[in-house]
């Protein structure tokens, strides 16, 4: 009898087809509607942990570090996104600051720390202890995450703050736009490999 987890279903059609063994970057396509039914991505699980403390690193720096520098009439005003979200606090909106901080700063905690702690048992080829609830986790948190939406917001305000005020991109923003990356490349990838790799 073939074991259910040899088998792959179209999520667009529902045809079954038995698992392609697929060397890496390979993709398989449905015969019927020709979507994609399953891809072996080029980085392994240990490439996919060591960029993952990278991003963890990264969101640690710009919590804290300034993102966008503004010099007005002699002062020097630099906002962090640990910044960002205190304005919000203590200004006529407060109530966004918990959605902001939620989509900035402890979504993309949480998706690190799920997908650390995942991926370092699975670098001893374990499961790790609530690897279930970890797993569907990532999944609800995925469009959670809006740091790409951030970084444009933070972007477009360099452009137009500059001629009005003295407005200079701080080592955050590019520490911002390397995180963004990351967590679309890591967090926004099909993690079902997971299921697989680790049994
Ligand atoms: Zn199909």
């Not at 650390?116 to 202890?129: D, G, N």
């Not at 995450?145 to 701080?170: H, I, W």
């Amino acid at each position: 009898m073939t074991d259910s987890s040899d088998l792959i279903i179209c999520e667009y059609c529902d045809s079954v087809y038995q698992r392609p063994p697929l060397a890496r970057n390979e993709r398989a396509h449905c015969q019927r509607c020709n979507a994609v039914i399953e891809r072996r991505p080029w980085l392994g699980l240990d490439q996919l942990l060591a960029l993952n403390l990278t991003a963890g690193m990264l969101l640690a720096f710009v919590s804290f570090y300034p993102i966008l520098s503004v010099q007005n009439q002699g002062r020097n005003n630099a906002a962090s996104l640990a910044d960002s979200v205190w304005a919000l606090v203590d200004g006529p909106i407060s109530a966004i600051a918990a959605v902001v901080g939620a989509s900035l700063i402890l979504v993309p905690a949480l998706q690190v720390t799920l997908l650390t702690w995942l991926l370092s048992f699975a670098h001893f080829r374990q499961r790790a202890p609530g690897f279930r609830w970890s797993m569907r986790t990532l999944e609800v948190l995925r469009p959670w995450s809006m740091l790409e939406v951030f970084l444009l917001g933070a972007l477009v305000s360099v452009v137009k703050l500059t001629g009005r005020v003295e407005a200079a991109p701080a080592a955050g923003l590019f520490a911002l736009a390397a995180l963004t990356l990351l967590m679309i490349g890591i967090a926004g990838r099909d993690l079902r490999l997971l299921w697989k790799q680790v049994p």
